[in-house]
């Protein structure tokens, strides 16, 4: 929901996610499910925190992906 409602003027939220992918269990299926209306920006997010080495869950970068994949 945060990086949903992310704007220039609320940029706190992108570290609020990231502080989320590095101290909490999250579950993936649900993330997933809820990021499908905003696939890019989950999509960033994950990519950014995977390459500062927080744990990320690939399969679920990959369905992201196919969300977002024009049919």
Known sequence: ???AAFR???????????ALIE???LDWDYLVRR???RPY?????LVYAAGE??????S???RLVEV???S
């Open 1 to 3: 929901m945060k990086l």
């Open 8 to 18: 220039e003027d609320t940029a706190r939220q992108w570290y609020d996610c990231l």
């Open 23 to 25: 101290n909490v269990e």
């Open 35 to 37: 990021a499908a209306r």
């Open 41 to 45: 920006r989950v999509l960033s997010l």
């Open 53 to 58: 080495g927080l744990p990320v869950s690939w």
């Open 60 to 62: 679920a970068v990959e």
């Open 68 to 70: 977002g994949r024009p």
